[in-house]
C-alpha cells in the first residue's frame, strides 16, 4: 500500500468519524469548547479582538504553535503582520508579533506537513527593489529560521508529497485559479492547473489542502453578496479532481468567508469572516465526499 493510499485512508477515517474522533488538540482556554457544525470565533478578545481584523491561520502539525494574520497600525500605516500563539503546560500563550520584519505586509501563512517549512506572502510597497512574492522560514530546532524569497507565486501550501499549491496570477480568460507544481533538486517544475473540475469560471483562490491530497478547499467568487465562499474538490481516484462544491449554508455569512485552513489531525475547519477568524467541525467537509471514491 502506497503512502497517499494509506493517508487517503487515515483522511476518509478522520472527516467520516467526527461525532467519534480523538479529543480536540484544543483544550486551552482561548479555543473554549470545540464546535459542532455551526462556527464559532476563534478565541474571542484574544485571537479574535473587536474592531481589529484577522484572517489566514495555519498551525504546526503538533498543534503547538498558531500562526495568523492581524492587521497593526492606523490609516494609511495599516498593514497584515503576522502573529503567533505557542502552546504550553499552561494552555496557549497570548498571540505576539512575528519577529520577522516590522517594516513590511505579511500575511497568507502555511506550514508545511512535516513542520519544516513556514510560507507566507510578504510585501513591501515603499521599498521599489523589494521582491515580493512567498517567502519561506525553514525549521531550526524549537524555531525559525530568517525567511528568504521562495517563489512568486501567491498563497502557497504543501501536501505530504511536496506538491505545492498556489493561485495563479491574472489571465487572459480567467481571473485567478487554483494551480500546483513541485520543487525539486532546486528548482520549480511547470506549474500546471489542476487536472479536473475543481476551478471554475470565478475567482478561486486561498488554497488549503489535506496533508494526503484527498481534497482541496479554496474560496470561490464573489457571490451574489460580494463576497467569496469556501468551496472544497475531492481528488478522484485517476488523481483528477472533483466539481467544487460549496460548503453548507452553516459557512455563509453577509460576505461569504475565505482563507481555509485546516487543523492538525483535520477535526477542524477555519476560515475568516466578518473580520475574524471562525472554526467549524470539519463534518462540514465530509458530508460532500462522493460515495465510492
Same mark, same amino acid.
Given at each position: ?41 476563534? %478565541? ?22 498558531? &500562526? ?13 503582520? @503576522? ?51 512567498? &517567502? ?27 506538491? @505545492? ?73 485517476? %488523481? ?14 453577509? &460576505? ?22 471562525? &472554526? ?14
Amino acid at each position: 500500500m502506497t503512502r497517499r493510499n494509506l493517508s487517503a485512508m487515515l483522511a476518509a477515517a478522520l472527516l467520516g468519524a467526527a461525532a467519534c474522533s480523538a479529543p480536540s488538540p484544543f483544550p486551552d482556554f482561548f479555543f473554549g469548547d470545540p464546535p459542532g457544525t455551526v462556527p464559532v470565533k476563534v %478565541g474571542p478578545g484574544i485571537v479574535s479582538l473587536e474592531g481589529v481584523g484577522e484572517m489566514g491561520c495555519t498551525f504546526t502539525p503538533d498543534a503547538s504553535e498558531f &500562526w495568523f494574520v492581524r492587521s497593526v497600525g492606523d490609516g494609511d500605516e495599516e498593514r497584515p503582520g @503576522l502573529f503567533v500563539s505557542r502552546r504550553g503546560p499552561e494552555g496557549w500563550s497570548v498571540p505576539e508579533a512575528a519577529p520577522f520584519d516590522v517594516d513590511a505586509r505579511e500575511f497568507e501563512p502555511s506550514i508545511s506537513p512535516d513542520g519544516e517549512r513556514f510560507f507566507f506572502y510578504r510585501q513591501k510597497p515603499s521599498d521599489p527593489d523589494f521582491r515580493e512574492g512567498t &517567502w519561506v522560514a525553514e525549521r531550526t530546532g524549537d524555531g525559525w529560521g530568517q525567511p528568504r524569497f521562495f517563489h512568486e507565486a501567491y498563497s502557497v501550501v504543501q501536501d505530504l508529497d511536496g506538491v @505545492l499549491y498556489f493561485n495563479t496570477e491574472h489571465r487572459e480568460h480567467s481571473s485567478r485559479d487554483i494551480a500546483m507544481m513541485r520543487f525539486e533538486d532546486g528548482a520549480f517544475t511547470e506549474a500546471e492547473d489542476l487536472p479536473g473540475d475543481a476551478n471554475g469560471a470565478l475567482f478561486d483562490a486561498h488554497p488549503a489542502v489535506a496533508p494526503d491530497g484527498s481534497f482541496i478547499l479554496f474560496d470561490s467568487g464573489p457571490n451574489v453578496l460580494g463576497g467569496p465562499e469556501i468551496h472544497v474538490s475531492f481528488r478522484r481516484s485517476n %488523481g483528477t479532481w472533483g466539481p467544487a462544491q460549496r460548503l453548507g449554508e452553516e459557512l455563509r455569512f453577509e &460576505w461569504g468567508g475565505n482563507q481555509p485552513c485546516l487543523a492538525p489531525g483535520g477535526d477542524y475547519l477555519l476560515f475568516h469572516a466578518d473580520g475574524d477568524l471562525w &472554526w467549524v467541525s470539519a463534518e462540514v467537509i465530509s458530508r460532500w465526499r462522493p460515495s465510492g471514491d
